[in-house]
């Protein structure tokens, strides 16, 4: 008999491993990639026309940090491999601000799709313990 709750929950189970597989292979490209590193954007200070302020997680180093995309508008939820320099950020007074430059986002991953690799990830982990 069809079983439409399960065909729903198989359809989302391999979409949420398609975006693992995504997600797995960015990191293996950053990782390759001198200077790259992997962000996830936590949250957007502001737009504005010269691009966007922004508050990171580094994937990489583990931390959070501030981080400015020039000529870019990046979304809360996105994960994004990045090469940039880091500075002093005069807005805050942070130090060290990722300074991404026009030409230094080199792949992205929107936020609904991050969030089912994420999902994914952690299931998969529960499931193992």
């Known amino acids: 008999m069809w079983n439409p709750l399960a065909r729903r929950r198989k359809r989302r189970e391999e979409a949420d491993r398609r975006a693992a597989d995504r997600l797995e292979n960015m990191r293996l490209r950053t990782a390759r990639t001198p200077g790259a590193t992997l962000v996830q954007v936590v949250g957007v200070r502001q737009w504005a026309r010269r691009g966007t302020e922004a508050d990171v997680y580094d994937m ?40 991404v430059p026009k030409y230094g986002i080199y792949e992205m991953l929107p936020a609904a799709d991050a969030n089912r690799a994420i999902r994914y990830i952690s299931d998969r982990a529960a499931t193992t313990r």
């Open 60 to 99: 990489c180093a583990n931390a959070y940090r501030g981080a400015w995309f020039w000529w870019a508008r990046v979304e809360p939820g996105q994960i994004l491999s990045v090469a940039g320099g880091t500075g002093y950020g005069p807005m805050r007074n942070e130090y060290p601000v990722l300074y």
